[in-house]
């Protein structure tokens, strides 16, 4: 969740969704500065809080042995739910195994040099770095096309899962423009 409002950005976060400004730096160059970070199991204070409750956590393994993908919490004894994010809204399964619904909260002063401010699912920042969503977006902004950027970071999302795995997580993604 993002809140824009008197100068200032509010973020409340539960989960791997995640919130970035894009700064201005010279005329033709913008940087990310990341407002949120993504819950994952394996942060230490993630992890004390999942183990202290007996849950377990250690990527997915396939039948050779080998690591498979993310870290993700599991029951005490068995193998499910395999969440790869700490905190998530309404897992009521993965919350007795130290899972959080508690959001982390930011408050940020929104600086001159800030033009927007990019807030979307994992399934965006999956394969794509800040700085490659900031370039994405950075073509349709130029046109002051907001829905057109946020759109073509989606398809540019989707397009890199049809590349690197065999299905395609949540792609959503929300620009707000900073600057009147």
Not at 142 to 162: G, P, T
Request: proline share 5%.
């Amino acid at each position: 969740m993002a809140v824009v409002k008197s100068g200032k950005i509010y973020i409340g976060n539960a989960g791997d969704s995640r919130a970035v400004i894009a700064r201005r730096n010279t005329e033709f160059i913008r940087t990310p500065h990341q407002l949120s970070r993504d819950h994952k199991p394996e942060l230490e204070e993630e992890f004390e809080r999942i183990t202290s409750m007996n849950g377990r956590v250690f990527p997915f393994f396939n039948n050779q042995g080998n690591p498979v993908g993310p870290h993700r919490v599991w029951h005490p004894q068995l193998n499910f739910p395999g969440l790869a994010m700490s905190r998530s809204l309404g897992d009521y399964v993965a919350h007795q195994y130290g899972v959080s619904s508690e959001p982390e909260l930011t408050e940020y002063n929104i600086q001159p040099q800030d033009e927007f401010l990019i807030v979307a699912s994992d399934g965006v920042w999956e394969f794509l770095t800040n700085q490659e969503v900031i370039d994405i977006a950075s073509i349709g902004i130029e046109n002051d096309d907001y829905r057109k950027a946020a759109s073509d970071i989606v398809k540019y999302s989707r397009n890199q899962w049809l590349k690197n795995d065999n299905c395609i997580d949540d792609i959503t993604c929300v620009i707000i423009k900073l600057k009147h």
